[in-house]
């Protein structure tokens, strides 16, 4: 079970590992911080998994057991909903009992703190020692915790809907949530805003079997199947899909999938002009480390300070509330993940997919895309997966690629000492004439991912150094594990 990691803590349900037992000694742990720190008050919201519900109710149950005013969504609701929540109505902290994009058998438990923003290491940290104390002392519960009213929902939809402001008489979108909680929010949004939406129907029921997918993750080609098919029989050309809770977005265009990178940046290119239009002059925009550079030149052009931050949307969130003599713009990460405006502070699918259906009204995607790379240059990524026989030897791979001597390596950056403001982190950054590698170790799986990322004149010879440099790594790699 991973305690605390990139996404707070998750694993496969099953005895000793992600259980009730689990989810209440979590509990505990999270109400001594608060009794600690003088808080009371408590929002819980759950998504669409097997077990989701029950798991949010035992929640609940051990913050009213530990005396604190907890609150519970009374249905299935996004992940940027919670964050929304505990904003809007002044909670002292928030928790939703989620596993995001992962395979069915997993569940996960996410806290946040009063600024609506995913606990950052400096609390997680100190959250980690307490669950782990917990562990060992009596659990006191009580089903005395309050039912939030639906308005809450229906107001974050509105507001949604008004910080998009969009006329979208005219689209037509095929959608779906995968099984998942955007059932009830993007269609709804949508079709506010005048869109002709057409429900993906096998997958509008929640069910965290996901069965009619092979993953419920839509950065995967093979969650966007019956999407596909059903944009063909309407012959639809735009094509959205979020995971089980909504805080991700995949998007298919004309038969074409967007990667997370491609998507962002046009976006990216809608809240600058947006922005500069307002002719304000203290615009941020935030990605992570491993996200396309392409966002660099299109900063720079109109004065807009691009910030980096580690790989986890919780470090845009933190650095857009520590921010905040700065308008913030846009955030955005590689892996499907949005946000722009006050409402939430993580990413947010419900919000990505009215700004990309606003983008879909204003011009054919693929060719925005295609005059931003003849503006920009062709700047194109990829996402390599190693995996190892255990999470040692996935550490000593990546510990030894810090002294890899390459002729062909021009530079080695490691985050973990610091760099250029970021916080430091664990992540490897290998600079080659032809591109850039980022290299980061799960540290809890026995994995490692690669991101590569060009930037060449044309398309072709930008495929061609993906492949150069995808063979590169995949070469030092195989030397030394």
Request: glycine share 8%.
């Amino acid at each position: 079970m991973i305690l605390f990691g990139t996404g707070g803590i998750r694993g496969i349900m099953r005895e000793g590992e992600f259980d009730e037992k689990t989810v209440a000694v979590a509990s505990k742990g999270v109400a001594q911080y608060m009794k600690m720190n003088g808080l009371k008050r408590v929002l819980i919201a759950y998504d669409t998994r097997n077990n989701s519900e029950k798991f949010a109710k035992v929640t609940a149950s051990v913050f009213a057991g530990e005396g604190m005013d907890a609150y519970l969504f009374g249905e299935p609701v996004p992940t940027p909903v919670l964050s929304y929540g505990v904003r809007k109505l002044g909670m002292d902290m928030g928790v939703v009992i989620t596993a995001s994009h992962n395979p069915p058998e997993y569940n996960g438990y996410k806290v946040y703190t009063s600024n609506g923003v995913q606990a950052v290491p400096e609390v997680t940290d100190i959250l980690t020692e307490l669950v782990q104390k917990a562990w060992g002392e009596p659990i006191n519960a009580t089903e005395k915790y309050n039912i939030l009213p639906h308005s809450v929902i229906d107001e974050y939809v509105s507001e949604v809907a008004k910080l998009v402001n969009a006329n979208l008489k005219g689209l037509r979108i095929v959608y779906s949530p995968l099984h998942g909680t955007g059932a009830r929010f993007v269609p709804d949004l949508l079709r506010r805003m005048g869109a002709e939406v057409i429900e993906v129907a096998e997958q509008m029921e929640h069910n965290g079997n996901f069965p009619t997918v092979k993953t419920p993750n839509p950065e995967d080609d093979r969650a966007l199947e019956l999407l596909r098919k059903y944009m063909e029989q309407h012959n639809v050309e735009l094509g959205i899909a979020t995971d089980p809770d909504a805080d991700r977005v995949g998007v298919v265009y004309k038969n074409v999938r967007l990667t997370g990178n491609q998507v962002g940046v046009i976006l990216s290119k809608i809240m600058i002009d947006t922005y500069v239009n307002s002719h304000k002059k203290n615009g941020m925009l935030i990605k992570t480390i491993v996200t396309t550079d392409m966002v660099r030149p299109m900063c720079e052009e109109n004065g807009i300070y691009l910030f980096e931050v580690p790989t986890g949307f919780k470090f845009i969130g933190d650095l857009v509330e520590r921010r905040k003599d700065m308008d913030f713009v846009f955030g955005f990460e590689e892996s499907c993940g949005y946000l722009t405006g006050d409402l939430a502070r993580d990413k947010d699918a419900v919000l990505a997919c009215g700004l990309i259906a606003k983008a879909a009204k204003q011009y054919d995607l693929l060719e925005e895309l295609e005059t931003l790379y003849q503006k920009y240059g062709y700047y194109f990524e990829r996402l390599l997966n190693f995996e190892f026989k255990s999470v040692e030897q996935a550490i000593d791979v990546y510990a030894k690629l810090k002294e890899i001597k390459d002729e062909e390596v021009r530079d080695i950056i490691d985050y973990s000492l610091g760099y250029n403001g970021v916080i430091p982190n664990e992540t490897l950054r290998f600079e080659f004439d032809s591109g850039t590698i980022y290299v980061r170790p799960s540290g809890t799986e026995p994995k490692m991912k690669a991101y590569v990322m060009v930037r060449a004149a044309t398309r072709e010879k930008a495929v061609s150094d993906l492949d150069l440099l995808e063979r590169k790594i995949r070469a030092l790699v195989e030397k030394i594990r």
